[in-house]
């Protein structure tokens, strides 16, 4: 049994892993803005869009906003001007906001 102790490092809890590693930490910086942004848009939507909403990727372009519904992109294009203003007066300014719809894929066999 000692063996095996010494061979296997204990576990390290999430957060002190984001924190100790630097691309990590990079990472969770990004998914926490994120879900800021997405946090700031949605009172400016329509309630019976938001559940079908995700916060998608953020980096230097911008951040990508994503739906589930195909049917959606078309009314967020409408809303881009009052989810840019939601997101500036939040402080969340991105370069630019990316509209994409997630499907989901076949059914399993």
Request: proline share 11%; hydrophobic share 50%.
């Amino acid at each position: 049994m000692g063996k095996f102790t010494e061979a296997v490092p204990l576990p390290r809890p999430v957060g002190a892993m984001l924190k100790g590693d630097e691309r990590l930490a990079s990472l969770a910086a990004r998914l926490q803005r994120s879900q800021a942004c997405l946090q700031a848009v949605l009172p400016v939507l329509p309630a019976a869009l938001r559940p079908h909403l995700l916060a998608g990727p953020w980096d230097a372009e911008g951040w990508t906003l994503l739906t589930r519904q195909a049917a959606a992109l078309t009314k967020l294009r409408q809303l881009m001007p009052l989810m840019e203003q939601a997101l500036q007066e939040a402080r969340l300014a991105v370069p630019q906001i990316r509209l994409h719809a997630v499907l989901p894929g076949p059914p399993k066999t």
